[in-house]
């Protein structure tokens, strides 16, 4: 498998009311976002060759590693040497595109799920 085939899976948090209050049950509801920034983010992800979907908080999704350091201007390296690594790390700082970000509050790459 080349390392242009690999996916990798990221998770998005979008920018809240509640982004900068600490999470406690009687803030939990500010931290949910805007469905029309869902919406717009969700169709910005899709069109730049994402597969993405919501969350109670952002969006999660995978893509090809050469889609993500292209769109986010960072290298992915497997924590592990090995590109069928499950664990990838980031070199660099993630930019996050000007159309989306007065939505975003984050964006990590994820590990994947164990399949039993």
Partial sequence: MSPSSVRIQFDVLLKTDGSRKVGTIDTIESFIPDADDVEFCLR???????????TDFGLSGNTTIETFEELFWVKLV???GDVL???????GRIQIPAPIAPY??????????ELF
């Fill in 85 to 91: 690594s499950k664990e990838w790390q980031i070199e």
């Fill in 44 to 54: 910005w992800f899709r069109e730049n060759g994402m597969e993405v979907f919501a």
């Fill in 78 to 80: 497997p924590a592990e």
């Fill in 104 to 113: 975003i509050d984050q964006i990590t790459v994820s590990s994947a799920p």
